[in-house]
């Protein structure tokens, strides 16, 4: 059944010209009308939340001196005020505790509300087509002293926008009777020659894409010929610039010598390379499929993290991190990572082991803490020689002194 009505419907080009005008404008004003609904049910659902906030600020401003005299009367007596605003939902002035002092269903009073804001600050606590729910301080000069609730329903927006679907649904149906019209006159002198292209299309879609559409003329259809022919023409180039950068990637994963990831926007792996595979002691299967936190050391999760959504941000990063191998071993990795939008969301990561040159720095500190202590030690043993040594002058000084007097007093 389903075949026969497909053959009805596309034995013709005409026919399927016909249905596909009629299809794309019913659609095109289908998305017109929803679009413009949208637009407008944004616009008077704002202009609800901007007529809520000016209620709370308005009732707050009222009620301040009342809550801070617990004035339940007074309150009640301005929600009564208020609440026959239209599309009022509900009206309620609560205190800091969440108790409501006064309400818009006076039975309410006394209940309390725990979904108050933190921060003494207008808040639109929900917003939806059925209704926008506003809080607002309220203030005693600096101090914060209440709350103000004000619920305004979107009843008014509903039959609004009810109108403009109904509009729309009438233009669409007037538009695809008009556009069936326009394409069976057109149809008639579209046909013979939009059908080379069509029978070079379809066979393009089965996989002959080398061939080309021959439309002589200069009319419509024979410059759609060449705009289409060159479409392919582009296609092709494209599809071969692109075997040929995968090929470039495929041989520059499997040739170098630096660990290779390719990393999806989950952060899981999906490609590796033999270096890697070699470096970390895992099979590919196992591989595949994990994240790249599953292959670093623990202390090191948290701040590689950081870094991937600095990739994510800049386009690139390098920096160093610390990996487990199968085995348990601890191996240090230089990490060089760029994010392409192009490629789906995905990291392109290498990853360089720098094992043996942390080693060597780390060797390398260890020298210079014995060298700067050895210094240290010589310092101290030249300080205490050149010590002695004065001491040793002070003492000959004394004994020259001595000597001079003692040969004095014999003359």
Excluded at 31 to 47: A, C, H, I, K, Y
Excluded at 102 to 110: E, L, Y
Excluded at 288 to 301: P, Y
Aim: hydrophobic share 45%; net charge neutral.
């Amino acid at each position: 059944m389903f075949a026969r009505i497909k053959q009805v419907l596309t034995r013709t080009l005409r026919r399927q010209l016909i249905i596909g005008m009629a299809l794309i404008v019913v659609l095109m004003m289908s998305l017109f009308v929803w679009d413009l609904t949208n637009r407008q049910g944004t616009m008077e659902l704002e202009q609800q939340s901007e007529e809520a906030a000016a209620l709370a600020r308005g009732v707050s401003t009222s009620a301040a001196v009342w809550v801070a005299s617990r004035d339940l009367s007074g309150l009640q007596e301005i929600i009564q005020g208020v609440s026959h605003y239209p599309g009022m939902q509900h009206c309620i002035v609560l205190d800091l505790r969440g108790q409501i002092l006064a309400h818009s269903d006076p039975t309410r009073r006394g209940q309390y509300l725990t979904d108050l804001p933190q921060l003494a600050e207008l808040k639109v606590l929900q917003r939806t087509a059925h209704l926008v729910d506003v809080a607002g301080p309220v203030m005693l000069g600096t101090h914060h002293i209440g709350w103000v609730r004000i619920g305004l329903a979107g009843d008014a927006i509903d039959a609004e926008l009810a109108q403009i679907r109904r509009g729309g649904l009438m233009y669409a149906l007037i538009g695809a009777a008009l556009s069936v019209i326009f394409a069976s006159l057109a149809g008639r002198f579209l046909t013979r020659r939009l059908n080379a292209i069509q029978q070079v299309a379809d066979l393009v879609k089965s996989g002959k894409s080398d061939l080309r559409a021959i439309v002589p003329g200069e009319d419509e259809a024979a410059q759609l010929a060449r705009e289409f022919n060159g479409m392919l023409d582009a296609m092709t180039q494209r599809e071969k610039a692109l075997r040929e950068s995968h090929e470039s990637l495929y041989s520059i994963m499997e040739t170098t010598l630096d660990g290779f990831w390719r990393v999806d926007s989950q952060g899981n792996l999906f490609d590796v390379n033999p270096t890697y595979i070699q470096q970390s002691g895992y099979t590919r299967e196992e591989l595949l499929g994990m994240r790249v936190s599953d292959l670093e050391a623990e202390e090191c999760t948290a701040e590689t993290a950081m870094h991937i959504q600095r990739v994510i941000e800049n386009g690139r990063d390098l920096f160093e991190s610390r990996h487990r191998r199968k085995d348990g071993s601890i191996w240090h990795v230089e990490v060089s990572a760029t994010h392409r939008d192009t490629a789906g969301g995905q990291l392109f990561v290498f990853l360089r082991d720098i094992t043996q040159r942390k080693q060597a720095e780390a060797e390398i500190r260890r020298l210079n803490a014995g060298l700067e202590e050895r210094v240290r030690t010589r310092t101290a043993d030249l300080e205490t020689a050149n010590q002695a040594l004065t001491l040793a002058k002070l003492q000959a000084e004394a004994a020259n002194v001595a000597k001079s007097a003692f040969l004095a007093q014999s003359v």
